[in-house]
């Protein structure tokens, strides 16, 4: 009986085991979906051409139009901070909704045709490229001042409304005209500037960091992309739409890209930090959007006729770690297993490594990677939830420059 359990297990995971691009919604006039946000996994607006703002808080389900009041303002950028509060620019301008989108309030202006690039750190902090400066507020969004952050060490690239400035928690990245990206760890009180050997940009970008060390960057009038696996010293690059790039995305160890929508009609993805890449998803109309969210690990991405696709990324994990001495590796058996949905994987660290803690299916296709950093000494429980992979049994993996073991889990939904 346990022999037959475990072959249709294997059947069940070799069939439906990989995370899938699922069409979500469709406006029913073709409408080009020009920008958009999303701020967790169940919550994505986007505006189209026609200025119409779409917007779900469930994932997808239901999703509400919320028709333009005044006159028509298609913006160039959007940022959502939460399912009620989000900002809008435009030419040197920047609007404000708190109650959906319903309306907007101008709480930023200034001279010139440049767009400004918004991004918070929560409700109240939050930071915006323009003319070269960036500027914050403390209190979200009502006022904002230059007085408030330390400038980095050179002037921030004319944005197009997104993608000059990328930031989560207390990390901030900019990019830099005649530079590259220099980097925050305070949130703009202190800047760092890495060699960016390899990248220099003189007009809109976008840039997606994943961690401190691991990022990814498009300059929008260029066909290639470019990734850095050691704080932006060195750029890579790693591959060539043929075309002008659009925007760019990270979850864990893997990436995605999208090239000009009118050149081109596909979303490229690597799950090898960007060493090799393949077509995953494509549409006849090219894509306009790619967007993850902030908090959890969902994409959407949007057409140039109003289709809205969504990605959920199959796990969502949290590390925890002990000081207690240890003399060797070691790889526990999870606990519990067989699991339904979550598990915890433990493992110890006997000296300073780069350690990498990987999710594989039955065929050796790599599900997830959990872990993937430099690791002191001690004892380490790692929280696998496989809400979004079906039942079957997966290999995980740990590795380090001298160890590797493997052992096998079972799902059973």
């Known amino acids: 009986m346990s022999k037959i359990l475990i072959s249709f297990l294997f059947f069940i995971s070799v069939q439906n085991s990989q995370a899938q691009w699922t069409l979500k919604y469709q406006t029913t006039s073709n409408e080009n979906i020009k920008v958009s946000s999303s701020p967790d996994s169940n919550t994505f607006w986007f505006i189209t051409n026609f200025d119409r703002l779409y917007r779900t808080t469930d994932g997808g389900a239901v999703w509400n139009l919320i028709p333009h009041t005044g006159s028509a303002f298609v ?6 901070v939460n399912r009620d509060t989000a900002f809008k620019t435009g030419s040197a301008s920047v609007y404000r909704t708190i109650d959906g989108g319903n309306q907007w309030d101008l709480v930023f202006s200034n001279s010139g045709n440049e767009i400004p690039a918004v991004s918070t750190k929560n409700n109240s902090e939050g930071v915006l490229s323009f003319g070269g400066l960036l500027y914050k507020t403390t209190d979200g969004g009502n ?30 990245w900019v990019a830099e005209n005649g530079s590259g990206i220099s980097y925050s760890s305070d949130y703009g009180i ?38 850095t696996k050691n704080g932006g010293n060195n750029w890579i690059p790693a591959d060539n739409s043929l075309g002008l790039n659009e925007d760019v995305a990270i979850i864990n160890s893997h990436c995605w890209y999208i090239p000009d929508p009118f050149d081109h009609f596909y979303i490229k993805y690597s799950a090898d930090s960007g060493a090799a890449w393949t077509i995953q998803l494509t549409d006849p109309a090219g894509f306009s959007v790619l967007e993850k969210s902030r908090s959890g690990n969902t994409l959407w991405a949007g057409t140039t006729t109003g289709k809205v696709f969504k990605y959920n990324d199959p796990v969502i994990t949290s590390v925890s770690s002990s000081n207690q001495n ?40 790599e599900m997830a990677e959990l872990v993937n950093e430099r690791q002191s000494p001690g004892k380490y429980k790692v929280s696998f939830d496989a809400s979004d992979l079906t039942s079957g049994v997966y290999i995980y993996k740990l590795s380090t420059e001298n160890f590797t073991e493997t052992k096998r889990m079972i799902l059973i939904k």
């Open 75 to 80: 913006p160039s950028g959007l940022f959502v």
């Open 143 to 172: 006022s904002w001042s230059t007085l408030g952050i330390t400038q980095p060490p050179h002037a921030v690239v004319n944005s197009s409304g997104k993608g000059t400035v990328y930031g989560y928690d207390n990390n901030l």
């Open 326 to 365: 240890t003399s060797e590796f070691i790889l526990k058996q999870n606990y519990p297993n067989p699991f339904n949905p979550k598990t915890e994987i433990s493992y110890e660290v006997p000296a300073v490594k780069s350690v990498k803690l990987t999710v594989y299916n039955i065929l050796g296709k």
């Open 190 to 227: 202190s800047w760092i500037l890495p060699a960016n050997i390899g990248l220099t940009f003189s007009g809109p970008s976008n840039i997606f960091f994943g961690s401190p060390l691991f990022g990814i960057s498009v300059k929008r009038n260029s066909s290639i992309v470019y990734i």
